[in-house]
């Protein structure tokens, strides 16, 4: 077992996850104010249209925990008279609150930390800002802002789910795309509805950070896609960096062997 | 993989946009910060070589070396943090998962060690406390000097975490590089030897594993070729070559070419920093680092799995 | 940390949590962190302030501060979802965007001053008692008005019932009749063509029922971004394998979420609907028993009827040189019309008045046209003058190939649609129409919601589970604001305004108006009760209950008629109570003119929307057209509490009332609307205190006794609506409208909210969960009529009684028991069973026969053919919006012949079609909303969390037509028409596509009406492109359909702004004949 995989914490109940099947998602963003009104979360004042279609919060960052991806597609006609049709994929994009978090590894400080439901979340008042988790993390998620210097991300609400309440974003969804609940509960509800979709032809449906044998040993915030993970911005087979870091151990200890022994090899020869 | 292989480059992105966030890391403060470590460390090895082998004046520059970087480093460090005043947390934990945390706690050991055996070296006071922190400095720095490559491999940075392998010996090869040609700059060159060595052994380890490095196949590595990187690494190559030719043919007999040799050779190991530190940037900026490799390796993953069916084609 | 035990390296090791990445390293405030909503004081009970889903909130307090607002999962529409505006009212209340102090502006002041909310409410009072009497009118061309038009009122669908209530009835009471509120522009032609076909103007249905259809047309609705929670009921019905189909000209988040997207060109509707009218009956598709027992289709027709087949385009009865129709012709054989509908107008033409008559076609909000007499029914349907072969014959030209002509759908995707709604009708299935302001806001507005009424009623569908046509209203009380209307034509109820020529006392009005047969037929009882409510013990029998207090309309007082009496200068005072014309009406500058035209005006709103700043910052300063120190107009503002802070009901979408609760008090100068105006009302009281003048008895004589509650002394909002359920006598509250007398016995604010407070029980603030009853969840608020969900839900089963089928029972007869049951309240007479055949001469509800769903129409009906009620046509037609590139194809008749125009200097029309200059504007735009923003934008624009999610106003354009005029994505384009020019950001987009129509390609341009110049997120007002041409029926103004030209970059500043208007102007010919076509001038 690798040093990353130690496990849930033991105590506490089962895993809490977001399982965001965005097959349902009308683009409303009620998510993303949702969260930032039950977080007060800084809201964007620079006012300017990205043009990237009806995205103008752009990615997930320290101001973004929720980010609702707008993507339109050309569909080209199947035969040549008719119109080429168009799709328009909507999919709100959260941070994975993943089963081996490189976030929550690399730490410095146990700012952050998994809680008692299976989540991560940050610490604000622990956090010095050293940014570590931010180059760790494999999907972009966990961001610093530049005039505090600490980071932020999503917490899954830590203090609802304290309080036996669902996460905001999940209570707005008008149309349930962000479900919330226990996640064996939800992957088994993902793997009905992946077959439904099947069943009624979406082909392109397909489960995202579902499998728990994945890079970072499944999301506890998964999705249900209807294109490749890259065209929402996904990465798509991100792996813990964490994975790696006993081998990264290894060398390094015998990099620092190497030295000592080198340094004692120039000295040979003795007093001059 | 065959560094020839021809890639499929094309893949879909979300409006060209990153995947992965940039560094908050600032390249002053962090490749400073990893040269300065490196320096340190590799100088208290030389510090503790020369105290044993008497070779006072280079004993007495390795060892205010040492001090002058760690703290250079430390200074880095703290005012990268975003909230400098919370550096305290640092030991608020102990997480070997974390190469920070873990690093925290080896500057811990190292650094008032490394103060120690100067202090003790410049004031005469506790000699013997002294020497003996000048070798535990030693040993932590092999630590200092070597951790700060799992510090910056063990991120989802491409560039970065595909080079874990041989991160470790390039920088182990570069603090050694570095050390030796500041000791062989600033002492006489009759005690010098030593730190020469250091110095030309260390550049060629550090080129040799900056090379494999760089032709390691990975698609990443472009970014250590391309743009600002690439212009800090081809510069960095030149100034340890050359900086590590001129100390081993004329460092034993000119003070003024082993000073030049010398800084070039420091110069080169910073460089080599700094190179590393854009490259890895460069590879957050442009998804194609995380998706191709990603995507050939869901393929190749898929292929293996049902090798007679085509799984569902993506379609691009 | 306290105890050097508590350092986590320490607590690593002796909590077992080795890696540290667990519990050891929480700290105290992680350990200690609540929840803001656990550690609340106290949760209040709410209704969201946008749209009129009517989502249900929890309103949470602590220290009297509201901490978080979020959905009430109790509830069966929203079941806790908020959409984003929803989810954003937190900062709408509590952020910084509102204003707190009254300002006030002097005359010709540069800039604003702060003024006592005291002194300004005196201010105000002086002001209208002032005008009032300065402007007052006891006569008008020898004819009693008892008015004044020098004060007029704007807004109300953003206000509470009880709000309105008190400004129609003091506005009443005071002689303004230019009260009007946004369900002029928004669905007034929903209330026509709705209460014609049906009886009732309201949402046949509700948004529950969507989850039962087992298709569902969505058509000139933005379903699932301007009811976004709403939606998830066709997201249910989706999951359930039901069709969902979006016809629109632009693919949308709605379209997205659609099995098929049918694109259209934009105000072509009634072709469309027509041909699968045509479809319909060509096929023998439609729903025969359901056709022939309850709807017209078999009634007999005049001999003398012509049809638009005949006339090539107009129906019989058409007078050329003053554009109207004689509607004789359009009768049932042996049926009369109550003299009221739409003729009575055109005989009681005001002189002066360029607009001409107006009908009030929205007084059939809840009872039909009146109709008296004797008529035939052949149930063959053979007869040829019988409605059914009527329609089949009207329709017949709107074939498949026709509809691609016109609409530009491709016959395979038309053929689709006619397919999916055929096989998902009938017994065993149902198909549900959604539409909003895409089919409202035309010069045929009307006529199109009768389109789809004329087809639901062949499939069948009316009045069953899964079926209906579910009218999508807009804010969230804009359909209590059409019941309880803050409208120039009407009276709580529906009950019309009277009219100076025809109803001189109580009893021509009520001969005027009401039917003989149908629930209709108790007219009086609820004109006495509403008389009763607001004369109290002055009305008395002696004196006709005070009809005569009533003031009197003489034509059309819409709020575009307000518009041009202010540029005239009758009008000189104007309140603006929740309405932001110089964004959201069409032709805004006309809108900023006629306020420069004032002497005086009211702004009460969260913020300093354009229409309180335009006389320091509006477009026409910045252009030069107008200078601020020239205007003399005095403006006052009012902050206006928020929904958190004052109770009272709202009126959802599905005629549902819900009641809010008061959180927290409001701040400062903030203040109810309900406060503003009984205060008000004091005050103008005190002011007449003792006058002996007749002028002034409406207003002393007015029942403005309530409780007070609170610091402010605010009215007790549950005290007026008390008065508007009603009692008897003694006091006590009454249950239903079928107590109401007609002799001065009972008293009711409001005949059909009667039961809203039954058992003196404020049956709106029902709140039992969803979970705990059926999909109708009748214990959740109160609908009216008499708490039901589905109207006409007689029709969920046949003849006999009996459920279509199992699949689609709803209400039936139960023999045993004797009466009407099932999931909702029947909407019929309790124990009359379908065996019930009335006399021949039975009067009032005797007259409605065990097989009559349609207890409103007179005749019991759904009305295939309109014989009464509408003014434009007893059946629906295609003509072509006022301006469009095409000519009809349908007929020579291009456009609607008795549309309404207003020819002013500034409201210059397109030429159209083949028309010299129809080029210059060659490109059809469409306007709508988003997600994100909130109508004229004060409730959203000001917002961060909202503004910075559409952060710059913009339109949006196909490839094809970027190409061909140079556009850049992102990058700007101006917009020109004949009333104005405006700029915004373009998005090029593939989701926009040229359509081909007659053989030519035509370009849409879509863009959303949101913008305007104040606020964090700002842009052009659309509306300064859009022009004032109307539905004839009810005024609405057509924004969903006009030409424009397009070019990159931005438009020109200053006084080079109206030159380029000007220019295009003359480019094109344009003058005041342009586009008047058929219009009396
Ligand atoms: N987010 C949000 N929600 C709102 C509002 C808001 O401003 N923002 N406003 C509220 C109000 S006041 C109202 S009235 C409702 C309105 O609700 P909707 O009517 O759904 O709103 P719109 O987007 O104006 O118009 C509906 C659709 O009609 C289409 N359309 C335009 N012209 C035509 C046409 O000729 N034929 C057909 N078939 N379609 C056409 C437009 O492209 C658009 O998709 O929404 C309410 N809800
Ligand atoms: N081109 C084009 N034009 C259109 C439309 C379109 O689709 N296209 N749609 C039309 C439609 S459907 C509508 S409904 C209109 C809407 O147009 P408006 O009604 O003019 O727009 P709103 O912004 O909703 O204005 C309501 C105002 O009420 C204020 N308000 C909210 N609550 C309260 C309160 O409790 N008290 C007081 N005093 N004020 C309050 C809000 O801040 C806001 O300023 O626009 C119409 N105009
Ligand atoms: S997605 Fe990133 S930020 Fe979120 S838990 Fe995983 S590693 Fe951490
Ligand atoms: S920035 Fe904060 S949360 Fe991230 S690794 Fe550093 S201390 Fe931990
Ligand atoms: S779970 Fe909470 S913090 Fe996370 S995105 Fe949703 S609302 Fe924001
Ligand atoms: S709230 Fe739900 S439907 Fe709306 S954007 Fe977010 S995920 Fe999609
Ligand atoms: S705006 Fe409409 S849909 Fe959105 S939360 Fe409010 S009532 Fe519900
Ligand atoms: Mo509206």
């Not at chain 1, 009624?200 to 993970?229: C, I, Q, T």
């Not at chain 1, 090899?265 to 003795?270: A, D, K, L, P």
């Not at chain 2, 070419?257 to 957050?284: C, M, Q």
């Not at chain 3, 349609?854 to 072509?880: N, T």
Request: aromatic share 8%; hydrophobic share 35%.
């Amino acid at each position: 077992m690798s040093v990353t995989q130690l496990g849930m914490p033991a105590i506490g109940v089962p895993r809490k996850g977001f399982f965001t099947d965005t097959s349902l998602c009308i683009g409303c963003k009620a998510c993303e104010v949702a969260c930032k009104e039950w977080n007060s979360v800084p809201a964007d004042t620079s006012m300017q249209l990205t043009g990237e279609s009806f995205d103008n919060t752009s990615a997930l960052g320290a101001d973004t925990w929720r980010h609702v991806a707008f993507i339109e597609q050309k569909v080209p006609a199947t035969d040549p008279s008719a119109h080429d049709g168009v799709k328009w994929l909507m999919s709100s994009d959260v941070c994975k609150h993943c089963t081996n978090a490189a976030c929550l590894d690399v730490c410095p400080t146990g700012a952050l930390f998994r809680t008692e439901h299976g989540t991560v979340v940050v610490q604000q008042d622990v956090c010095n800002g050293c940014g570590y988790c931010v180059s760790a993390c494999p999907y972009g998620v966990i961001d610093q802002r530049k005039e505090d210097g600490r980071v932020f991300k999503c917490t899954m609400c830590y203090d609802r789910l304290g309080a036996g309440e669902e996460p905001a974003c999940a209570k707005a969804c008008p149309t349930k795309s962000i479900q919330y609940g226990e996640l064996d509960e939800l992957r088994a509800r993902a793997d009905a509805r992946l077959e439904e979709l099947h069943e009624r032809g979406e082909e392109g449906a397909r489960l995202y950070g579902r499998d728990p044998d994945d890079g970072v040993g499944g999301d506890g915030a998964f999705f249900l896609l209807l294109d490749e993970p890259e065209t929402y911005g996904l990465p798509p087979d991100p792996v813990v960096t964490t994975r790696d870091l006993p081998a990264m151990w290894k060398r390094a200890a015998g990099a620092a062997a190497g030295m000592l022994v080198g340094a004692a090899v120039i000295f040979w020869g003795g007093r001059k | 993989m065959s560094p020839r292989r021809q890639r499929n480059e094309e893949f879909t992105s979300y409006y060209g946009r990153p995947i992965l966030k940039q560094p908050t890391w600032h390249a002053l403060d962090i490749a400073g910060y990893i040269f300065a470590g490196g320096l340190a460390a590799a100088s208290s090895m030389l510090g503790a070589g020369a105290q044993h082998s008497g070779r006072p004046a280079l004993e007495r520059s390795a060892k205010l070396t040492a001090l002058t970087a760690i703290s250079a480093s430390v200074v880095a460090l703290v005012h990268d943090l975003g909230r400098p005043e919370r550096f305290v947390n640092m030991l608020r934990v102990a997480k070997p998962t974390s190469p920070m945390s873990v690093g925290s706690w080896i500057l811990s050991v190292y650094g008032p060690l490394a103060g120690a055996s100067a202090l003790s070296n410049l004031t005469g006071v506790l000699p013997r406390a002294g020497r003996a922190a000048g070798v535990g400095a030693a040993v932590a720095g092999s630590a200092v000097a070597t951790y700060t490559a799992v510090l910056l491999a063990d991120t989802a940075v491409p560039t970065w975490h595909d080079a874990h392998e041989v991160l470790p010996f390039v920088f182990a090869g570069s603090a050694a590089a570095s050390a030796g040609g500041v000791a062989a700059a600033l002492s006489p060159v009759v005690q010098a030897g030593p730190a020469r060595r250091m110095a030309v052994g260390g550049a060629v380890l550090e080129t040799v594993m900056s090379l494999k490095m760089e032709r390691s196949g990975n698609l990443s590595t472009e970014t250590l070729h391309q743009g600002r990187a690439g212009t800090l690494l081809r510069l960095s190559k030149a100034c340890t070559v050359g900086g590590a030719v001129g100390l081993a043919l004329g460092g034993r007999h000119s003070r003024l070419v082993s000073a030049v040799s010398g800084a070039s050779v420091a110069a080169g190991s910073a460089l080599l920093r700094f190179g590393i530190f854009e490259a890895g940037k460069a590879s957050t900026i442009d998804p194609k680092y995380v998706v191709v490799p990603q995507r050939e390796r869901l393929e190749a993953r898929e292929a293996a799995a049902a090798p007679a069916v085509s799984t569902q084609a993506p379609a691009k | 940390m306290v105890s050097p035990l508590q350092w986590p390296v320490l607590r690593q090791l002796l909590e077992h949590d080795p890696s540290g990445r667990h519990h050891s390293v929480e700290s105290p405030t992680t350990e200690n962190l609540k929840a803001r909503t656990a550690t609340a004081d106290r949760v209040v009970p709410s209704v969201c302030p946008f749209c009129a889903v009517g989502c249900a909130q929890n309103v949470y307090v602590k220290d009297e501060k509201v901490v978080q607002i979020e959905g009430n999962p109790d509830s069966p529409i929203s079941r806790g979802r908020l959409c984003p505006k929803g989810s954003a009212s937190l900062q709408l209340t509590t952020g910084d965007s509102r204003e707190k102090y009254v300002l006030y502006r002097p005359p010709h002041g540069k800039d604003w001053e702060r003024l006592e909310l005291d002194k300004a409410m005196d201010m105000v009072a002086q002001r209208v008692v002032e005008t009032r009497r300065k402007t007052w009118k006891w006569e008008e061309n020898d004819v009693r008005t008892r008015r004044t038009l020098g004060i007029a009122s704007l807004g109300g669908a953003t206000l509470d019932n009880e709000e309105n209530y008190l400004i129609k009835k003091l506005f009443s009471s005071l002689g303004i009749v230019q009260v009007e509120n946004q369900a002029r522009v928004c669905h007034s032609s929903t209330v026509s063509g709705l209460g014609t076909s049906f009886g009732r103007g309201g949402s046949t249905t509700y948004l529950q029922d969507l989850q039962r259809a087992d298709c569902i047309i969505i058509q000139g609705s933005n379903f699932a971004e301007a009811h976004p929670v709403g939606f998830q009921w066709v997201m249910e019905a989706k999951e359930r394998g039901a069709k969902i189909i979006h016809v629109d000209p632009r693919f949308s988040r709605t379209s997205a979420l659609a099995d098929t997207f049918v694109p259209i060109r934009a105000g072509t509707d009634i072709a469309f609907l027509g041909g699968l009218i045509n479809w319909v009956i060509t096929h023998d598709a439609y729903f025969h028993e359901y056709v022939v027992n309850y709807t017209n289709a078999a009634t007999i027709l005049r001999e003398d009827f012509k049809d638009t087949e005949d006339l090539n385009g107009l129906f019989s009865g058409f007078n050329p040189d003053d554009p109207s129709y004689d509607l004789q012709t359009w009768q049932y054989e042996g049926a009369d019309v109550a003299a009221s509908s739409g003729e009575r107008e055109s005989q009681a033409e005001e002189e002066g008045s360029t607009l001409g008559g107006s009908s009030h076609a929205q007084s059939h909000g809840s009872g039909g046209p009146g109709l008296r007499g004797h008529w035939r029914r052949d149930e063959t349907l053979q007869d040829p003058r019988t409605v059914f072969q009527t329609l089949r014959r009207h329709y017949s030209r709107y074939t498949p190939e026709m509809v691609e002509q016109v609409c530009g759908i491709p016959q395979e995707l038309f053929a689709e649609v006619a397919e999916a709604i055929t096989t998902n009708s009938g017994r065993e299935r149902t198909t549900a129409f959604t539409y909003a302001v895409g089919w409202t806001q035309h010069t045929t507005g009307t006529q199109y919601i009768r389109a789809a009424s004329v087809l639901q009623l062949l499939l069948g569908n009316i009045g069953r589970p899964g079926g209906g046509i579910m009218a999508l209203r807009g804010h969230a009380s804009i359909q209590g604001s059409s019941d309880i209307p803050t409208l120039y034509d009407l009276l709580p109820g529906y009950l019309p305004m009277p009219h100076a020529r025809t109803h001189l006392d109580l009893d021509s009005y009520v001969e005027a108006d009401s039917a003989e047969r149908g629930f209709w037929a108790n007219m009086r009882a609820y004109t006495v009760s509403l008389l009763k409510a607001w004369w109290g013990d002055a009305a008395t029998a002696e004196n006709d209950f005070c009809f005569d207090y009533l003031p009197r309309i003489t034509g059309s007082h819409s709020t575009y008629d307000t518009v041009q009496a202010q540029l005239e200068g009758t009008c000189k005072g104007y309140f603006l109570m929740g309405e932001n014309p110089a964004v959201g009406s069409a032709n805004t500058h006309l809108q900023r003119k006629g306020m420069a035209s004032l002497e005086w005006l009211v702004v009460r709103d969260f913020s300093l929307i354009e229409s309180a700043t335009w006389w320091k910052d509006g477009p026409e300063i910045q252009t030069g057209q107008m200078r601020t120190e020239d205007i003399a107009t005095e403006v006052f503002f009012f902050p206006a509490a928020a929904h958190t802070e004052k109770s009272g009901s709202f009126t959802n979408t599905n005629r549902l009332l819900q009641w809010r609760d008061q959180a927290v008090e409001p701040e400062a100068e903030r203040r109810s609307d309900l406060w503003f105006i009984w205060h008000l009302g004091n005050k103008i009281r005190a002011l007449l205190e003792g006058s002996g003048d007749d002028v002034d008895r409406p207003v002393l004589d007015l029942t403005w006794d309530y409780p007070t509650i609170g610091k402010d002394a605010e009215p007790d909002a549950d005290a007026v609506f008390a008065e508007i359920n009603g009692s008897k006598a003694d006091g006590t509250p009454l249950a239903a409208y079928t107590e109401l007398k007609d002799d001065g016995s009972t008293s009711c604010g409001c005949w059909i909210y009667c039961g809203c407070r039954a058992d003196g029980v404020n049956q709106a603030a029902r709140r039992k969960p969803h979970t705990e009853q059926s999909i109708s969840s009748r214990e959740w608020g109160w609908a009216w009529p008499a708490n039901r969900r589905e109207l006409y839900n007689r029709a969920s089963a046949d003849p006999e009684g009996r459920p279509w089928s199992e699949r689609k029972k709803l209400v039936w007869w139960d023999e045993e028991a004797g009466k009407w049951t099932g999931d909702d309240v029947p909407d019929f007479e309790p124990t009359k069973p379908p065996s019930y055949r009335p006399d021949e001469d039975a009067l009032g509800t005797e007259a409605i026969s065990g097989i009559d769903p349609f207890i409103m129409q007179a005749d019991g009906k759904g009305w295939l053919y309109a014989p009464a009620g509408l003014i434009d046509g007893p059946l629906p037609v295609h003509y072509e919006p006022q301006e469009s590139p095409f000519d009809n194809a349908l007929y020579e008749q291009q456009r609607n012949p008795v549309r309404k125009l207003m020819p002013l200097e500034g409201n210059r029309y397109h030429p159209s079609g083949r028309e010299r200059g129809s080029d210059i504007y060659p490109f059809v735009l469409t306007t709508y909303r988003l997600t994100e923003h909130f109508t004229a934008g004060a409730m959203t624009r000001w917002l961060p969390y909202l503004a910075e999610l559409q952060p710059e106003s913009f339109c949006e354009v196909s490839p094809a037509l970027a190409a061909e005029r140079g556009l850049t994505h992102k990058g700007w384009a101006t917009l020109v028409s004949a009333r104005g020019a405006i700029e915004a950001r373009v998005l090029v987009t593939d989701r926009m596509k040229p359509l081909t129509v007659q053989g030519r390609t035509v370009h849409q341009i879509g863009m959303p009406y949101h913008w305007g110049p104040n606020g964090l997120s700002k842009g052009d007002a659309m509306n300064e492109l859009s022009s004032i041409a109307m539905d004839p029926n009810v005024h609405i103004q057509e924004v969903k359909a006009l030409t424009v030209d397009i070019r990159p970059g931005r438009r020109p500043r200053g006084a080079d702004l109206p030159a380029l208007v000007e220019d295009y102007r003359r480019r094109a010919g344009i003058n005041e004949h342009t586009g008047m076509e058929g219009v009396r001038a």
